[in-house]
């Protein structure tokens, strides 16, 4: 018989315009009952439900996350209740026997024998940061697409800058797609004006690239482009000012951080919105590394084990600590890392390498905070070592070497 862990919950099912809650009590005898109500979204509404919580004495509540409707919910009952989040795949009904009432009855009957693995949910304020940066990632992911169709426009009017400039927004080229799109009718014959230091191009191969004819349509569109990227800076450069005030009571961690390798002020910022600071609600970093989608999956049936991929949780944070990754295997200042990446890309591979590092990054991030401690290379370069038991004389290696089958010679002098 499973033990009852909670004597009085609530499961709740959550949708866009109203929510079902029903309490479970269990008698001393293991006897349950139940009440459910339903309430819609309102804000006044859902007052009422944290009042009705009270009422009945629960302070555990148990809702699924679908989408963004279970933040409403979750803001009002905060203060007041145990909440724990669940993935919908731990608590869906068995399909035919699905009804809104069933569905939070099932939640509250799983939940109060404690078989839901809740989800980490941050505190307040480092939600509002985790927020504002997942913004900024997506005007970055904004000005990207921009630019594609940017390039696009002028690949279509037979103009090949990509060819001849390392980056086609450079300061050289931009002043040559900006004199296009002011004389979209004359071709351009002389170069000079538009020479920087670092350009590396002849004139001849710029002029051939410039070779182009663009229509009225397609000029227009550029400039509706250059208009649009122009302003997403400006948004960009506003929200990382309100990131960094925001972020600012969060100084003492972040310099920890910053001192991993290859992570710098928004890559830290980034790290510490999607994890929080403390550490205590992962228990161990392997968990952390898990919830973060850097470890294989476990899918093993009749003594088969299937696939293997990393999992697609932490779509920020993980892209974010690849970056990262990638950064640090460059850095000369850290060969640690760099030798770790080159160790396992010869058997694993480039990709499951960068993984590995983005991990091995993690890692030493939950340590660091949760220790307070600055990066420690030394932890690491120590691995890299053999260790004591395959440590040998040359005398033992050359033994070795003649058991093998092999003739040591000593070396002339000559």
Known sequence: MLK?????????????SFVVACIASTNEQGVTTYKSKRFSTFTGDLRRCAD???????KDVCMESTGKYWIPVYNILEPTCNIVLAHPKYVKAIRGKKTDKRDAKWIADIFKHDLVSGSFIPPADIRQLRDLFRYRWKLTNFTTGEKNRAQNCLTVSNFKLDDVFSDVFGK???????????????????????????????????????DGEMCEEQAEKLRIIRSHMSSLQLCK???ESLILSTAEKY????????????????AAIGIISEIGVD?????????????????????????KKKTTRISRAGAYIKPLLVQCALCAIRAKQFPEVRNRYLALKKRRGNKKAIIAIARMLLTAIYNMLKKNEPYNPELYRKADRPPAHREVSVDEAIFILQRQGYLVTAPSTT
Not at 52 to 58: H, R
Not at 254 to 260: C, D, K, Q, R
Not at 281 to 303: D, I, R
Request: aromatic share 6%; charged share 15%; glycine share 4%.
């Open 279 to 303: 550490m205590s609600v992962f228990p161990t970093s392997k968990h952390l590394c898990s919830w973060a989608g850097l470890t294989p999956q476990n899918n093993e049936s009749a003594g």
């Open 4 to 16: 009852i862990v909670y004597r009085i919950c609530c499961g709740m099912d959550i949708h866009k």
């Open 237 to 239: 450069l506003d929200l």
């Open 52 to 58: 009705w919580l009270s009422e009945n004495n629960c």
């Open 172 to 210: 050289a080229a931009s002043a040559i797609t900006a004199w296009i799109l002011e004389h979209p009718t004359e071709k351009i014959t002389d170069i000079s004006a538009f020479r920087t230091k670092g350009m590396k191009a002849t004139d001849e191969r710029v002029l051939s690239a410039v």
């Open 251 to 266: 100084l003492p961690q972040l310099n920890l951080v910053m001192t991993a390798p290859g992570i710098q002020s928004f």
